[in-house]
């Protein structure tokens, strides 16, 4: 497969989207920041590559120019504006991308029910439309239960080599041998959460509204 090359004065939309990371370039706007929001279970850095950026993350507030980076950690309220004459041009990437993506908080600041599919642009909607839920139900919950016995059998391993590393306290060939094994079941489980995200982020959709695509999100 090739090697993808985006160019941010013209790739301007979800560049990366995979369960593991969502990245793209955007234009920020200049004017007031929008609503804050947050990400349950992601964190979220922003490179500015033009302009200032003023970032609002809780009560504090800096601004940024070109070759500038920021995180932001999970769970912490954040909105970003560009300021000067000029909008900003950034790249911002979320790891992990796990719907619901983003958590959303009205005028006084209560979080609002989940809602699905916010980071889409407009026009944007059911990436596999012609796919009945019912056959992207059954794919989840098998991902749920090959997930489970995995974890079963990690947690079996995991007691296991706890034994064998107490038993081999200063012998490094032998805990070596020890975390191998540690690994080799926790590989298996790690590839497996990502296929249950996977999973879980092409049913989720179906909860997003039909009418009219969400709002896209602020990042």
Request: net charge negative; charged share 20%.
């Amino acid at each position: 497969m090739p090697i993808q090359v985006y160019d941010y004065r013209t790739d301007l939309a979800n560049l990366i989207v995979d369960p593991a990371i969502r990245g793209r370039f955007r234009q920020v706007a200049v004017g007031p920041a929008p609503r804050p929001h947050s990400h349950d279970i992601a964190g979220e850095i922003f490179i500015v590559l033009t302009g200032q950026c003023e970032f609002l993350v809780e009560d504090e507030r800096v601004t940024c120019g070109p070759g500038q980076l920021i995180y932001v950690a999970p769970r912490l309220r954040h909105a970003l504006h560009a300021v000067g004459d000029e909008v900003c041009t950034i790249f911002l990437c979320v790891t992990p991308h796990v719907e619901p993506t983003h958590t959303l908080y009205d005028a006084d600041d209560r979080r609002l029910p989940p809602a699905y599919g916010t980071w889409r642009g407009a026009g944007d909607g059911d990436p596999h439309p012609d796919v009945p839920t019912a056959t992207l139900s059954e794919v989840y919950v098998a991902a749920t239960e090959r997930l489970a016995g995995l974890a079963a059998r990690n947690a079996e391993e995991a007691r296991r080599q706890h034994d064998a590393l107490a038993a081999a306290s200063g012998d490094q060939p032998a805990a070596k041998e020890s975390m191998d094994a540690l690994w080799a079941s926790l590989h298996d489980l790690l590839v497996q959460v990502s296929a249950l995200e996977a999973s879980w982020n092409s049913l989720a959709p179906r909860a997003m509204p039909t009418t009219t695509p969400p709002a896209p999100a602020p990042s």
